[in-house]
């Protein structure tokens, strides 16, 4: 009786889910594991904002075509690897420390069983458990041990081990996102149509559909965030502008 008691509320859950699929219910969510998404559209993001302000920079104090191209392309290059290395490292660094936790919490599992099993216990009545049936959940839990690892790691860390993410992709998706950003200021100039209006207004669409993924990602209005991400671009181009006018305006 109590296995068809089991198939009975099983077909019941599987009918409940199927219903509210039809009506909308969904659990997709927007990547927030940081893994290969983020790199990818901060990273372009950066590229663009970087090397924009650097050719408006070298373009305010009157550096010609060859000094713009010339910096253009070495910010590109140079930028690219620190980002692609930098993301690289700090996602590396990130999970070798989740992995050096998780094998203190392997220890504290092979030696003290009992006592995680009672740490497990007590999570599961903090998610609104009885006691007993707290116990009960805790003792399932724990005859897989791996499962309990997860568990545990999963509550205290706020990670799940086994599904960190890649270092080789981040640093690789940094990489390229950013080169595509910092090139795109340099079309005209490469295409032989120099000229630091043409390059700042592909910036200006750029950062506009930027801050638009931006959005999209975080779930901000896509306009708002667009023209956010327009105004500090902006900012960060006219101060390098600035600059690079006084310091170039300065007699020799």
């Known amino acids: ?5 089991s198939d009975h509320s099983s077909d019941s859950d ?6 509210a699929l039809k009506s909308g219910w969904s659990h997709r969510h927007r990547d927030v594991s ?44 140079a930028g690219a690897f620190s980002m692609g290395t930098g993301e690289y490292v700090s996602v590396t660094n990130q999970n070798e420390l989740v992995q050096a936790e998780v094998a203190v919490e392997r220890r504290m599992h092979e030696q003290f069983p009992a006592a995680e099993q009672a740490e497990l216990a007590e999570t ?24 309990a690892l997860r568990l545990h790691t999963r509550d205290e860390l706020g990670l799940d081990p086994d599904d960190l993410p890649s270092a080789l992709l981040a640093g690789g998706a940094s990489l390229v ?19 630091l209006l043409a390059a700042m207004l592909i910036t200006a669409v750029a950062l506009v559909c930027g801050g638009m993924v931006v959005g999209r990602l975080t779930g901000r209005p896509l306009l708002h965030a667009g023209i956010r991400q327009l105004v500090l671009g902006a900012v960060a181009v006219a101060v390098t502008f600035l600059v690079g006018h006084l310091i170039g305006a300065v007699p020799a």
């Not at 009786?1 to 008691?5: A, G, L, Q, V």
């Not at 599987?14 to 219903?19: C, P």
């Not at 090139?183 to 005209?188: S, V």
């Open 1 to 5: 009786m109590p296995e068809k008691r």
């Open 14 to 19: 599987a009918s409940v889910r199927e219903a």
């Open 34 to 77: 940081g893994g290969w998404l983020r790199p990818t559209v901060f990273g372009a993001v950066d590229g663009l904002v970087t090397n924009a302000s650097l050719i408006a920079g070298v373009g305010g104090g009157g550096g010609s075509t060859h000094a713009i191209v010339l910096t253009g392309l070495a910010g590109l290059v």
């Open 124 to 147: 599961f009545r903090g998610y609104g458990a009885d006691a007993d049936t707290a116990a009960k959940m805790a003792a399932s839990v724990s005859k897989n041990p791996d499962m």
């Open 177 to 195: 996102a950013f080169s595509i950003g910092a090139l795109l200021p340099l079309i005209p100039y490469l295409f032989g149509f120099p000229g």
